[in-house]
């Protein structure tokens, strides 16, 4: 059973354009959501990262919306750049004070910014 | 800047062959993971560690063993190799709590089991 979904599997914009990336959770203790980007031949690296307090929050051209009754959230790529081409990764975990960050990820989101 | 390395980079053995994939990590970090990226499946976990002599199970243990050294070398061990363990391993360390619960990543192992 897959705990973190993610939708689309793959998606294409244009240059300019907004990208929308999906995610959901089921375990409703996750209360902190990174998401990783990572480019072809290269490991993940954090994008942005949102935690259960929070409905939004913005970095630069990517921001976060979290609807914690839905349990889901999205990421928004404005003014997507051919340089934003890579796979994303919605990951999950519940912040303790005791243990390691336990991350369940998503199969991730392919993204091409065609120019 | 955080550092995570793994060796080798590239590895192919036959099915039943001893496989051993290093990580090091230089950030000074108490918490190191290792990961397997398949198509369809995305990164999951298969052991971690908090510190030096420590060992947590993952997701996907199974048919792994890991063992961490030092605070900065966690080692995975593949001792009866089989196809299914072909994949894209990653290393990641963080350093919570009270640090950043960010994961750094180094740049993966490819494993080809034949």
């Known amino acids: 059973q897959q705990q973190v979904r993610q939708s689309p599997q793959s998606l294409t914009v244009w240059e300019g354009e907004t990208a929308i990336l999906n995610c959901s959770y089921e375990d409703s203790t996750f209360n902190y959501f990174p998401w990783y980007q990572q480019f072809p031949g290269e490991g993940p690296a954090l994008l942005i990262s949102?935690?259960?307090?929070?409905d939004k929050k913005e970095d630069g051209r990517f921001t976060i919306f979290f609807n914690k009754r839905e349990k889901k959230l999205s990421l928004h790529i404005t003014d997507s750049q051919p340089g934003d081409s890579a796979t994303y990764f919605c990951?999950?975990?519940?912040?303790?004070?005791?243990?390691?960050?336990?991350?369940?990820f998503g199969i991730g989101t392919r993204v091409l910014v065609r120019p | 800047e955080a550092a995570v390395t793994q060796s080798p980079r590239n590895k192919v053995t036959v099915t039943g062959g001893n496989v051993t994939l290093s990580c090091r990590q230089t950030?000074?970090?108490?918490?190191m993971y290792w990961y397997r990226q398949d198509t369809g499946h995305g990164l999951r976990l298969i052991h971690y560690s908090y510190g030096a002599g420590n060992l947590q199970i993952g997701d996907v243990p199974d048919g792994y063993k890991a063992t961490r050294t030092t605070q900065e070398d966690f080692f995975l061990l593949l001792e009866l190799a089989s196809p299914s363990q072909t994949s894209l391993y990653f290393c990641?360390?963080?350093?919570?709590?009270?640090?950043?619960?960010?994961?750094?990543f180094g740049p993966g192992t490819r494993l080809t089991v034949l």
């Open positions: 990951a999950a975990s519940e912040e303790t004070n005791s243990a390691g960050n336990k991350l369940t």
């Open positions: 950030n000074s970090h108490n918490y």
């Open positions: 990641a360390s963080s350093d919570p709590p009270g640090g950043t619960y960010e994961q750094y």
């Open positions: 949102i935690r259960s307090v929070s």
